[in-house]
């Protein structure tokens, strides 16, 4: 039961009813009624508790003090607290407490199980030559099951769709990949898309890009991106195994083989990385591809969606996991490498 906007704890001293303030414990003064104002009720919780403040004017036991007098205090009238109201505002207290402590923990929950990228080595150390990792695909099939990166010794492209691991060759045929290969580099994520776009009209690379751009609601997070649908003058390329010692990618991709296929269907998967996270991957989107019967893929230079639709998923967290060997070590990633990564990934 409440008497007025300050919340009032009922109770028994003796035979009479008395309040109290939940808030500060002190009993209230109802002089016989319990219809108080929030401010009267106030002005007693004061004059009861001078440590609370002075008088408020206006109400009995009111105290008129002109400006820059020194303030002039009633005799403390001595409190009365009621045991029953402490043992209320206790569970109160402790109500609170609980309620705040489980929503502190379900919020933690739901940051703990969005969606997470998990990102081994860098782009910068591939730029500089680092072709070797330490990680087997079958790791990383652990790590995510949607994703993209590429094999040691820049053996061609890989393509995750579906928790099957594609490796995209040179020739431009391709395999399910060996579990017991490793990769120098790889995005990959557990899929689950929050967002279903449909394409309503052909969209050339830099216009589908525009056009899911305009649809993403924050440009600074990560995203994972699966497009099915039927694709035209698709271009793609892979880069045959090196032989070291290795050269920088930007030498390297110049050998590359392209492959390009006038119409097909099939997947289209990407990472689109936010601009803060230069050195580590690609700005904005990279895309490899599989055909539908997934023979044939690729790093995308080039290609124009016809007709389908995107599957989005927004990435809060990120696990970047960097190779603790002699090659990442050595990768010179000091140097801003953003001319060579425009050039090599055919931006
Ligand atoms: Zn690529």
Redesign the pocket.
Known sequence: MECCATPVVWGFAGSEQVGCCALTGLRIETGGTRRQTASQHLFFARHQNPDLGLSAPGFPGAQKRELGQPAVLEPRKKAIVNPACIAKRLRTALLIIAVLAVSAACGRANAQSSPSLYIYSTLDALLAGAYDGDLTIRELSGKGDLG???FNRLDG?MVAVDGVFYHAKADGSVVVADPQDRTPLAYVTRFHPTQNIKAESALPLAKLERWLDSRLANPNLFYAIRIEGEFRDVSVRAIAPQMKPYKPLAEVFKTQSVHDYPTTRGTLIGIRSPAFSKGIS?QGY???YLTADRQHGG??LALTLVAGSAMVEAIQRVNLELPDNEAFAHADQTKDRSEETRRV?GK
């Open positions: 993209i990166g590429t492209e690609v990279h895309w490899h790093h995308v990934e």
